[in-house]
T-cell receptor, first 112, second 110 residues
Framework: DAGVIQSPRHEVTEMGQEVTLRCKPI?????LFWYRQTMMRGLELLIY????????DSGMPEDRFSAKMPNASFSTLKIQPSEPRDSAVYFC??????????FGPGTRLTVT | GENVEQHPSTLSVQEGDSAVIKCTYS??????FPWYKQELGKRPQLIID?????GEKKDQRIAVTLNKTAKHFSLHITETQPEDSAVYFC?????????FGAGTRLTVKP
């Protein structure tokens, strides 16, 4: 298995633009998690899905952030409009149960 | 919600020495405690985990201990090697969302 796949690996955009991050979980995994990592706040859980259904989005910072999982093999995290403080590394992770989470390589987002 | 504290924030050891990283958690309902290793610019990788029905788990040079009464757990790395240098994160989960500690930057000096 190729593991969790994320795209793009790097994204540089200007403030106010829409940003879409993509994730393909490990085949057969039924949980998918989106995390944000910054020096100041560490690793933060934004939202997670079980069987494509959002279970807990309490970590989503504000309405500018939205996430979808239209099928078992694809999820998106969208920021609209983006702001400089959204600059971070965004990780997607998946797991078969709720326990052993496997992370993707991350997307490094820079908003100027 | 769950709150995980991790200490120390940085740790420097000589090659061959042992390293110990400690974490405490707040929610007694947490029952799963993984440890992740993150090298610079890379993804966090699961290196070992323990569930609440076990007090200790070992995998080669790495071991984790759990004290449910005191709500703390620790990572022990023996015979450290330069390639052990990384940031280590502990986490706690009760079967829903996982909360991570702030991380420990471990440096192993050759």
């Amino acid at each position: 298995d190729a593991g969790v796949i994320q795209s793009p690996r790097h994204e540089v955009t200007e403030m106010g633009q829409e940003v879409t991050l993509r994730c393909k979980p490990i085949s057969g995994h039924d949980y998918l998690f989106w995390y944000r990592q910054t020096m100041m706040r560490g690793l933060e859980l934004l939202i997670y899905f079980n069987n494509n259904v959002p279970i807990d989005d309490s970590g989503m910072p504000e309405d500018r952030f939205s996430a979808k999982m239209p099928n078992a093999s694809f999820s998106t995290l969208k920021i609209q409009p983006s702001e400089p403080r959204d600059s971070a590394v965004y990780f997607c992770a998946s797991s078969l149960s709720h326990y052993e989470q496997y992370f993707g390589p991350g997307t490094r987002l820079t908003v100027t | 919600g769950e709150n995980v504290e991790q200490h120390p924030s940085t740790l420097s050891v000589q090659e061959g020495d042992s390293a110990v990283i400690k974490c405490t958690y707040s929610d007694s309902a947490s029952n799963y405690f993984p440890w992740y290793k993150q090298e610079l610019g890379k993804r966090p990788q699961l290196i070992i985990d323990i569930r609440s029905n076990v007090g200790e788990k070992k995998d080669q040079r790495i071991a984790v201990t759990l004290n449910k009464t005191a709500k703390h757990f620790s990572l022990h790395i023996t015979e450290t090697q330069p390639e052990d240098s990384a940031v280590y994160f502990c986490a706690a989960s009760m079967g829903n969302d996982m909360r991570f500690g702030a991380g420990t930057r471990l440096t192993v000096k050759p």
